[in-house]
């Protein structure tokens, strides 16, 4: 609580009387968003007490306070992950700081692998339940109390109201031939999986998989904020579908969705 009330302080002295009304945590080759948001102020991971710094090359490693939608918003360019070798409690350390600043609800975005044969490249899957396969979770050991309580309900992790907004924003949009809703398996990665393991998570329930976005969820339902999460589908995994991709391949495909993802959010943002 002590790092985290320090970060807070440092961010507050800059921020001033700007109160954040969301936070948005922008995935792999999801950074377009940042062009239409109003920025009023920046800083660089590297100089908030406590926080990590990103090693992967497409997370740029800023937070962003301004305006998206007439809203004011905290933008996460770039997360962290578990695979980066830090603790579950450093990845999800900048939510709970957002939280503390004042952010209501929470929008997190992904690239993912489809293992939903229904799926298509591009994509976008609204996260309606997720299977947790990292080895460990953010509340593991001595609870928080000023942040939650020691046995948090998973029942709604992502929240029906911002979930039923974002399907009316997408028809409004004319994006719903794009829009899927699906359960997300996390699995803690860097590699991708074998043909057998994307066959297993088929089998237990899971429409996409990735390497992310469960811990950050996770800390969030702990803290009473509501979350709406959405999977851009940037590879295939479904028996026949599968082949080799690299990042390039995920970027593109990625940069391709930006767009729908980009004016899903706004929508959503003016919706409420």
Not at 32 to 55: C, G, M, N
Not at 89 to 111: C, D, H, T, W, Y
Not at 189 to 218: F, H, K, N, Q, W
């Amino acid at each position: 609580m002590h790092q985290l009330h320090e970060a807070t302080a440092y961010l507050r002295q800059t921020l001033h009387d700007f109160q954040p009304e969301a936070g948005i945590i922008l995935g792999t080759g999801l950074g377009a968003l940042v062009k239409d948001v109003e920025v009023q102020h920046r800083f660089s991971y590297a100089d908030i007490p406590h926080f990590p710094v990103s090693t992967v090359e497409s997370h740029a490693g800023e937070l962003l306070a301004g305006t998206l939608a007439g809203k004011r918003v905290l933008v996460m360019r770039g997360r962290f992950h578990y695979y980066e070798g830090y603790t579950m409690e450093q990845v999800v350390f900048p939510v709970r700081v957002m939280k503390l600043l004042g952010i209501r609800r929470l929008f997190v975005s992904n690239a993912s692998g489809g293992l939903n044969p229904d799926y298509d490249y591009s994509d976008l899957m609204l996260l309606s339940d997720h299977i947790n396969l990292q080895p460990t979770n953010p509340l593991i050991g001595r609870n928080l109390d000023e942040l939650g309580p020691r046995f948090p309900d998973m029942l709604e992790p992502y929240d029906p109201s911002l979930l039923q907004l974002a399907q009316e924003a997408a028809e409004e949009l004319g994006l719903g031939q794009y829009l899927r809703r699906g359960v997300y398996a996390s699995l803690p990665g860097p590699m991708l999986e074998t043909p057998a393991e994307y066959r297993y998570l088929r089998t237990i329930g899971a429409d996409a998989v990735g390497m992310s976005t469960v811990p950050e969820v996770i800390a969030a339902v702990h803290m009473g904020l509501p979350v709406l999460a959405v999977s851009v589908i940037t590879d295939l995994c479904a028996p026949g579908k599968l082949k080799k991709v690299d990042i390039a391949d995920i970027l593109r495909t990625a940069a391709v969705a930006e767009p729908r993802l980009t004016a899903l959010l706004r929508r959503v943002l003016e919706k409420l």
